[in-house]
């Protein structure tokens, strides 16, 4: 499992993990924010890969610091 920092190239990071069917784990995203975790318009990316893909499993965390990205299928 590749396993990255922070929230920069987020989508990238995402969709190379899709392609190469490689699980991605992002961590410290915006933790040092006031608003920290994903934006509600980076979870809603990550439910339209739950849907265009078959069996990909998506797990945040409670504070929304980080993210488990398994791929499935395209």
């Given amino acids: 499992m590749r396993v990255v920092r922070g929230i920069q190239n987020f989508r990238l990071h995402l969709l190379a993990s899709l392609l190469t069917n490689k699980p991605v784990f992002i961590k410290d995203i915006r933790c040092d924010n006031v608003d920290p975790g994903v934006k509600e318009h980076e979870i809603k990316f990550l ?23 398994t791929p499935g299928v395209i």
């Fill in 47 to 69: 439910e339209l890969l739950t849907l265009l893909t078959q069996g990909t499993i998506v797990e945040i965390s409670d504070s929304g610091t980080e993210v488990k990205f």
